[in-house]
T-cell receptor
Framework: TQLLEQSPQFLSIQEGENLTVYCNSS?????LQWYRQEPGEGPVLLVT???GGEVKKLKRLTFQFGDARKDSSLHITAAQPGDTGLYLC????????????WGLGTSLAVNP | DAGVIQSPRHEVTEMGQEVTLRCKPI?????LFWYRQTMMRGLELLIY????????DSGMPEDRFSAKMPNASFSTLKIQPSEPRDSAVYFC?????????????FGDGTRLSIL
């Protein structure tokens, strides 16, 4: 069974701090997606990374796909309370381009 | 544009009752997914459809669960009989055919509590 492990599970920081969350697997993925989920809502896609070593930026968020396409990281610079939420990574394997493998998520709280 | 619409938003019922969850995908999307989310197990894929046809139902926990997609704009997930361990948030998501990495668009979920 493919697994995606996310760390840390919980993170509480002050506004303005930087943070990195990780998504790791022993399996290779053809692509990896990051979603953010707010309370009472469904996950919303932030970014998709496809190429090993790829880096994508979304304002203060930087996403990186590992060279071997087994892991990914999300770095947030100068976190704001609006960044609070559950961050989920989900991988697509090469054999089935519809069935996402999901991590359990990192729950981030940014305190003003 | 309307997103994925799920109903009801909340459902509280007693053990043994039948529960029906409903989903309207985004118009034009040809994939539909049903997920269950709990703190312990995270997001679990239950079943997904392509062009109204079930493709993979390996995540359906047992025969008490069934899902249908009678047309491109409507799907149901039914639990009969319901049990307390079925309590969770159930999400429906839809997506388009395309090259790898098509995003899944989620509804706001149905929070199900079985007493």
């Amino acid at each position: 069974t493919q697994l995606l492990e996310q760390s840390p599970q919980f993170l509480s920081i002050q506004e303005g701090e930087n943070l990195t969350v990780y998504c790791n697997s022993s399996s290779v993925f053809s692509s990896l997606q990051w979603y953010r989920q707010e309370p009472g809502e469904g996950p919303v896609l932030l970014v998709t990374v496809v190429t090993g070593g790829e880096v994508k930026k979304l304002k203060r968020l930087t996403f990186q796909f590992g060279d071997a396409r087994k892991d990914s990281s999300l770095h947030i610079t100068a976190a704001q309370p609006g960044d609070t939420g559950l961050y989920l990574c989900a991988g697509l394997n090469a054999g089935n381009n519809r069935k996402l493998i999901w991590g359990l998520g990192t729950s981030l709280a940014v305190n003003p | 544009d309307a997103g994925v619409i799920q109903s009801p938003r909340h459902e509280v019922t007693e053990m043994g009752q039948e529960v029906t969850l409903r989903c309207k995908p985004i118009s034009g999307h040809d994939y539909l997914f049903w997920y269950r989310q709990t703190m312990m197990r995270g997001l679990e894929l239950l079943i997904y459809f392509n062009n109204n046809v079930p493709i993979d139902d390996s995540g359906m926990p047992e025969d008490r669960f069934s899902a249908k997609m009678p047309n491109a704009s409507f799907s149901t997930l039914k639990i009969q009989p319901s049990e307390p361990r079925d309590s969770a948030v159930y999400f429906c998501a839809s997506s388009l055919t395309g090259v790898r990495g098509q995003p899944q668009h989620f509804g706001d979920g149905t929070r199900l509590s079985i007493l």
